[in-house]
């Protein structure tokens, strides 16, 4: 295997979800490629070497700065067509999915997507993706070389192997249609408090409450808990809360030690997202809501009246 892994970085840091991928490459193939894109990116190269990349290719240049797909389809696609690489593994996220999704169109190669697992067997490699709404998994392969897969948010957990990393600088050469789309505006989410991903403590929220206002219960809650905010598709899609912090099959797999669900049904696409959390706490008006198959500690009743009347036990017990 010549496996390539697309790292993406975020204010000085590579992400998580690219360095879990990158950790588990590195079992698969002991002489694993990773290659960083930006402007000002050279020092990521070291932190690639720490989570197991032998090589780093650094793409650095100041077309690459804005976080757009198609100059880094540019990139990827000369690094496989000049050195040879047969897999190139990406962790999912709204560009690498973008870049994944481009540089399968323009080399015509077969794009696993959605994977929760990646192994060899018998020097091929098959990997492992949810079907039906996560209640089977199928395994799958591919067809051709390269071979390109993209891995669900949050599958692997990134290992620091403390390696060093050999760093080769990739000349960037731009095709003239992957200079069209440009970067309007950057705009930064203000939040405060852990990100879902990183927080021991999660209260989520559903259409059960009621108006996006509403969120504002939870948001108290989590304080009194040092957590973070999360919700479901329904009310995200509503528009009552910002993407990011969406949890479920389209969303992000969370696993902290503590979920308050409240006003969540509890259907199989939030729960494929929050199923691994610690104990599962949920308030529900429905005894027969779905959720309660799974939660450890079920409460039925109206959000509104509990979770105010929580907040105050642990403010008063904190
Ligand atoms: C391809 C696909 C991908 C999807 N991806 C995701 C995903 O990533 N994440 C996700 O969450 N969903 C996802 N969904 C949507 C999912 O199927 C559900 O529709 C969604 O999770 C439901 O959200 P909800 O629980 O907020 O709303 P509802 O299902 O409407 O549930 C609201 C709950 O609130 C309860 N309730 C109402 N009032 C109160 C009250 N006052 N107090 C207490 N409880 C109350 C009700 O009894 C009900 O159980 C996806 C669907 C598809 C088809």
Known sequence: MATLVFLEDHEGELVRGSLGVLSKAAQLDDDVAAVVTGAGVRELAAQAGRYGAAKTFVADDPRLEAPLPQPRVDVLAGLVANKGFDTVLFGASVLSADVAAGLAARLRAGLNWDLVDLELRDGELVGRRPALQDSVYAEVGWKGEPRLALIRSGTFEPVE???????EEVGVE????????VMVERAHAESEGPSIEDAEVIVAGGRGLGEPEKFALLEDLA???????AATRAVVDAGWYPYAAQVGQTGKTVSPKLYVACGISGAIQHKVGMQSSGTI?????????????????GV????????PKLTQLVRERG
């Open 161 to 167: 192997s403390g390696g060093e990393t050999e760093v």
């Open 174 to 181: 731009l095709e003239d249609f992957s200079t069209q789309a």
């Open 223 to 229: 304080n009194a808990l040092g957590g973070a905010v």
């Open 281 to 297: 706490v949920a308030i529900n008006k429905d005894p027969n809501a779905p959720i309660f198959e799974y939660a450890d500690v």
């Open 300 to 307: 039925v009743g109206d959000l509104h009246e509990i979770v």
